[in-house]
């Protein structure tokens, strides 16, 4: 597609443009949309950053958008941001390929109280001290579900019923930081000057 | 036609049985080998190759023991048939019985889906369902119609679709155990599983294009025939034909479906697949990313949140519209409005007829609003309710029912019912 009017034209457009300025992440899961985006991110590149944001396409083969300095932004919790790093380890192993990239939310639960101990997760989870086993258990596996809806929402995954999440490859974004073998520190703070992370969470206003 | 009456009587008179389990199963296998080698089984070389059977599955009963009435329970089960007419004089000579090749057929032929077997297998139901075709231009009783017509579709037909579906299940299991191997793969060998797993993919995913094209070119002429069948068969009121000519139609159609489907399905896959183990293998080669992944959850060491952009909140514009004009929200002030006004009728105040229509017999609200309001202005109606209200509660027991529904009285009023108990003395 050459021009704007032909890209705001299609009728791909309404909703791809919505569900981006929403922070959702459009991967080749997404199928048309992702091809929609792929042709036509020359001509968008420059639109959306009219209005403050960078048209991202990762090295991963998924898109977003990401706040320029200035732009109003929001980021991830910490419930988000752990249940995402967990699912991209799950997604980075090779055994996901046998379940067409499908996990269980049991799965999701299990691996993140082998990496982290159920004390510890629940340290991170919850913001409030609760007194009795079953009550942190319930709060804990609220923080995730609740942590799964957003990350459904901003398309890193799709929950399919009760129990089963396909994993995207969008995932991938939370790998930014281990990327290089370079130190974490200096890995943050060059990611923290293109806008990609927050050194703290900041919430909407 | 099948008469099932007359041939489970047969069956039952006759203590027919059919008790073949796994060990048996293989020697029939090794039965049907020898025939293939050697046209006729001879009894010696059978027994000792049956024995080696028995000894695998590690039965307690001596081996030749067991091979040996192995193989005359198959004669008595009809799966053997002795082919000599030596009699118990000497050893016998055997082949299988059509029963036993089929069993020995059904687990051993190939279940995979291919071009070839699809070929012959539609080429076959394409011969099945011409002759029927041929038998419905003849047809003239509907004696030719069952014969000619209607059993070889649900038959025949029926059996060629069962094996090409069964076929076609086994290509699903085929690409369901391709997902797996390719899995172990990377897992053995991440770097150069990709190369691999692409040239098995790929070739699954071109079978299924030429099965999907064949389907597809299939369908046209199957459907070709059978329309033709359903035609006739509607001009001759064939219904038990037509039906069973559009229940194979029906099939047909499922079954290029199903090919269009598969391929489309597989091909996403590969596509998705491919490109994930591209990305993946370029970006962490070593799984070394991964590992820093792991132990940066565990420690708690990750820092950093990802930002996201805030929706804004999108305006939608509305058509214009001009508001009506409404009157001011006031009421005149006390001095201003005008007294209650009792007309000529209602001299007295209005709660000496109240006290009027009860000593009359007015025992409800209703009544007692029935007997008073007409004497009452329309206009002052609503505050005078209030009133005759006020003045039965002050001087009477009230009884009221618990959630009761609002009921619609004279006047253009609603009330909940009120039941004058008695006076409060």
Same mark, same amino acid.
């Given at each position: 597609m050459s021009t704007l009017a032909d890209v705001v034209a299609d009728p791909l457009f309404p909703e791809v443009d919505v569900r981006l300025r929403e922070g959702s992440h459009l991967s080749?899961?997404?199928?048309?949309?992702?091809?929609?985006?792929?042709?036509?991110?020359?001509?968008?590149?420059?639109?959306?950053?009219?209005y403050g944001y960078d048209l991202h396409r990762a090295e991963a083969g998924f898109f977003y958008l990401r706040p320029l300095s200035g732009t109003r932004r929001r980021t991830m919790t910490v419930g988000e941001m752990l249940v995402g790093q967990t699912l991209a380890l799950l997604f980075l192993d090779p055994r996901i390929f046998a379940t067409d990239r499908r996990v269980t939310r049991t799965t999701l639960q299990e691996t993140l109280e082998q990496l982290v101990g159920i004390d510890e997760l629940r340290a991170r989870l919850l913001k409030r001290n609760l007194r009795n086993q079953r009550g942190i258990a319930k709060a804990v596996r609220e923080e995730i579900d609740r942590a799964l809806r957003s990350l459904d929402r901003l398309g890193f995954l799709r929950l399919e019923g009760e129990n089963s999440i396909e994993l995207r490859s969008s995932l991938l974004r939370f790998t930014e930081v281990v990327r290089s073998s370079a130190e974490v520190g200096i890995a943050l703070s060059k990611l923290v000057q293109s806008g990609e992370l927050a050194a703290d969470v900041e919430e909407e206003p | 036609m099948l008469d099932p009456e007359l041939h489970i009587a047969a069956l039952k008179a006759s203590r027919a049985r059919l008790d073949v389990d796994t060990a048996d199963l293989c020697c029939l296998v090794l039965l049907r080998t020898i025939e293939q080698e050697a046209s006729d089984i001879d009894e010696d070389e059978v027994v000792e190759r049956l024995a080696l059977i028995h000894e695998r599955f590690g039965e307690s009963e001596a081996h030749r023991l067991r091979a040996a009435n192995g193989l005359q329970r198959f004669l008595d089960q009809r799966l053997l048939t002795r082919v000599d007419a030596a009699g118990l004089s000497r050893k016998g000579i055997y082949a299988l019985s059509p029963l036993g090749r089929a069993i020995v057929e059904f687990f051993v032929s190939d279940d995979r889906l291919t071009g070839e077997s699809l070929v012959v297998l539609t080429g076959a139901l394409r011969a099945r369902l011409i002759v029927a075709r041929e038998a419905a231009k003849a047809a003239t009783t509907p004696e030719d119609w069952a014969v000619g017509v209607v059993t070889p579709l649900r038959v025949v037909a029926s059996d060629l679709l069962d094996g090409i579906g069964r076929r076609a299940r086994g290509l699903d299991s085929d690409q369901a155990r391709q997902r797996s191997e390719v899995a172990q793969m990377l897992q053995d060998d991440w770097f150069s599983a990709l190369d691999r797993a692409e040239t098995m993919l790929t070739a699954s995913t071109r079978t299924l294009a030429e099965?999907?094209?064949?389907?597809?070119?299939?369908?046209?002429?199957?459907?070709?025939?059978?329309? !033709?069948? +359903? %035609?006739? $068969? #509607?001009?001759?009121? =064939?219904? !038990?034909? +037509? %039906?069973? $000519? #559009?229940?194979?139609? =029906?099939?047909?159609?499922?079954?290029?479906?199903?090919?269009?489907?598969?391929?489309?399905?597989?091909?996403?896959?590969?596509?998705?697949?491919?490109?994930t183990l591209r990305t993946i293998i370029r970006l962490d080669p070593d799984r070394a990313m991964s590992l820093r992944l792991r132990d940066g959850i565990r420690a708690g060491t990750l820092p950093g949140f990802l930002t996201l952009?805030?929706?804004?909140?999108?305006?939608?514009?509305?058509?214009?519209?001009?508001?009506?004009?409404?009157?001011?929200?006031?009421?005149?002030?006390?001095?201003?409005?005008?007294?209650?006004?009792?007309?000529?009728?209602?001299?007295?105040?209005?709660?000496?007829?109240?006290?009027?229509?009860?000593?009359?017999?007015?025992?409800?609200?209703?009544?007692?609003?029935?007997?008073?309001?007409?004497?009452?202005?329309?206009?002052?109606?609503?505050?005078?309710?209030?009133?005759?209200?006020?003045?039965?509660?002050?001087?009477?027991?009230?009884g009221r029912e618990r959630d009761a529904a609002w009921t619609q009285v004279d006047f253009g009023l609603s009330i909940t019912e009120w039941h004058l108990q008695g006076g409060r003395g």
């Open positions: 080749r899961e997404d199928h048309h949309r992702f091809e929609f985006l792929s042709q036509s991110f020359d001509v968008l590149l420059t639109f959306y950053e009219r | 099965l999907s094209r064949l389907l597809l070119d299939e369908q046209a002429a199957l459907e070709g025939v059978l329309d !033709e069948i +359903e %035609a006739r $068969a #509607r001009v001759a009121a =064939a219904v !038990e034909a +037509e %039906a069973a $000519a #559009r229940a194979v139609s =029906a099939r047909v159609t499922a079954l290029a479906e199903w090919g269009r489907k598969r391929h489309e399905t597989w091909s996403q896959y590969l596509q998705l697949m491919l490109g952009p805030i929706p804004a909140r999108t305006a939608v514009l509305r058509d214009q519209r001009v508001a009506p004009d409404r009157p001011e929200a006031t009421r005149p002030r006390a001095s201003e409005r005008e007294p209650l006004r009792v007309p000529p009728v209602l001299e007295k105040p209005l709660e000496y007829h109240v006290d009027l229509a009860v000593s009359a017999g007015a025992n409800t609200l209703s009544a007692v609003l029935g007997a008073v309001l007409p004497g009452v202005a329309p206009a002052d109606h609503y505050r005078a309710v209030g009133r005759i209200a006020r003045h039965l509660a002050c001087n009477h027991r009230i």
